[in-house]
């Protein structure tokens, strides 16, 4: 398993703390959507999380 430093930002390696980052299509799951993602720096994978959170309603127009 490898060292986290801690980082939990967006666009940033929680391995390295590089903010460049490789994203793949997200992908939608129950709980969230996150998306893939490889380090251009160390080459760490994982995945960044985001939350569902309702917003509005929108009534399309007749």
């Not at 666009?11 to 380090?39: A, F, H, M, Q």
């Not at 999380?49 to 007749?62: A, G, N, P, T, V």
Request: hydrophobic content about 20%; proline content about 5%; overall charge negative.
């Amino acid at each position: 398993m490898s060292k986290d430093l801690g980082i939990n930002e967006p666009g940033r390696c929680p391995k390295c703390g590089n903010c460049s980052l490789s994203y793949e299509t997200n992908v939608d799951d129950s709980y969230g959507i996150y998306y893939p993602y490889t380090c251009d720096d160390c080459g760490a994978t994982g995945k960044e999380w985001y939350s569902k959170i309702f917003d509005k309603q929108e009534l399309d127009e007749d």
